[in-house]
């Protein structure tokens, strides 16, 4: 029998999940290998150092460069804080008074009698990692990060927006075919909760549900021009995850109103009030990340550390039920029919291996490019 291996969406019930967590600059991390953590413990920090305030301190006072420490209320090294006097010049037996303050939080980084310049440094930013999932630190990445393994259910998206989010799942859709439209679903959600939908969730629905303090909701289809006006922009073919906004998306299906997949419907319908977290970073193009749903489930197993790592390659064959991610059929899941092992030109000319596929919602049948469809893993 024909097969090929292609990317995977997985919707897995249970699995073993590594997340890496890393800093984007080097620093320090926090805990050790086999370390059991919380999805919200801090893994690894980082300091980004300040920005500067240069203040030609002479050139105000209208004196020499040399004379600014007569007047100087601070040295080198000194702690600041914004709207404190650091220089404080009279003349004239006190007649003529003037102030210099500091413009912010920080330290007295150098004063130079050659220029008669003054340089604050604003307090450092402080840069945390948190783990994201509870489990257990399988890996130390020195100075970067760690790498966490835990148990549990695993849902890809097939598209998503907004940053890692953790709370607390609540299923207010009956079944996967319910749109989320009624207000009064939304009368007993609690701030920092995850609501699960299920074909379809309304703006007027999402603007009452970030008045609720609502963190994410996962549904099975969206409408784009939604997106568009939560964001305030058109969303491109960038990567998408770093959004400021309060609240994350990860859409199972597609766009428009689509029956999220009763197999996950069902994952996340049984995981109702677990603990879960999710990232709506998504890149469609060369290097695919997906929007994602992490449920742990480590109370079912003895140890985390004695599970092995399973591995798994997704491989395309007749019967396999795959995802279409380009229009016209974005979206839309079928079954492969036949894979047409030579490759075979299509309307732009190209000649690309592809695979004869059923639409489950029509029973229409057609020729695809294997490039744009994703075998959905389930297990």
């Not at 890393?22 to 805990?31: Q, S, T």
């Not at 909701?217 to 939560?230: M, N, P, R, S």
């Not at 999710?278 to 695919?288: E, M, W």
């Amino acid at each position: 029998m024909a097969q090929a291996y292609v990317p995977g969406l997985k919707v897995l019930s249970r699995t073993i999940i590594k997340k890496e967590r890393k800093l984007p600059i080097e620093g320090e991390v926090l805990v050790e290998k086999g370390t059991i953590v919380k999805a919200k413990d801090v893994v690894a920090r980082a300091f980004l150092p300040g920005p500067v305030d240069i203040i030609n301190a002479a050139n105000k006072l209208g004196i020499e460069p040399k004379e600014l420490e007569l007047f100087l209320l601070k040295k080198e090294g000194d702690r600041v804080q914004e709207g404190e006097v650091i220089v404080k010049y009279s003349s004239f037996f006190g007649l003529f008074k003037q102030e210099i303050r500091s413009s912010l939080n920080g330290t007295v980084e150098s004063i130079s009698l050659a220029t008669g310049q003054i340089i604050l440094r604003k307090d450092p930013t402080a840069i945390q990692v948190v783990a994201f999932v509870d489990g257990m630190i399988e890996e130390v990445i020195p100075k970067t990060g760690v790498i966490v393994k835990t148990y549990g259910t695993y849902i890809q998206g097939i598209f998503g927006i907004g940053k890692e989010k953790i709370g607390k799942l609540k299923v207010l859709s009956p079944s996967n075919t319910h749109e989320l439209v009624d207000l009064s679903l939304l009368d007993d959600v609690q701030e920092g909760e995850i609501i699960v939908g299920g074909s379809y969730v309304s703006k007027e629905f999402i603007d009452k549900a970030i008045q609720k303090g609502v963190i994410g909701i996962i549904v099975g289809g969206i409408d784009a021009e939604t997106l568009k006006d939560i964001l305030g922009y058109e969303i491109g073919v960038a990567v998408t995850g770093t959004e400021d906004i309060p609240i994350t998306f990860v859409v199972t299906e597609g766009f428009g109103k689509i029956n999220m997949a009763e197999k996950t419907y069902d994952l996340l319908n049984k995981s109702n009030g677990r603990s879960v977290s999710i990232s709506g970073t998504t890149q469609i193009r060369a290097g695919v990340i997906r929007p994602e749903v992490i449920i742990p489930y480590l109370e079912e197993v003895e140890s985390i550390q004695d599970i092995p790592d399973q591995k798994s390659e997704a491989v395309l064959q007749v019967g396999s039920y795959v995802r279409i991610i380009r229009e016209p059929y974005f979206g839309k899941i079928a079954v492969i029919t036949e894979l047409i092992d030579e490759p075979v030109t299509i309307p732009t000319e190209s000649k690309v291996r592809v695979a004869k596929i059923k639409i489950l919602d029509t029973n229409e049948e057609i020729i695809y490019p294997r490039a744009n469809i994703e075998i959905i893993e389930e297990k």
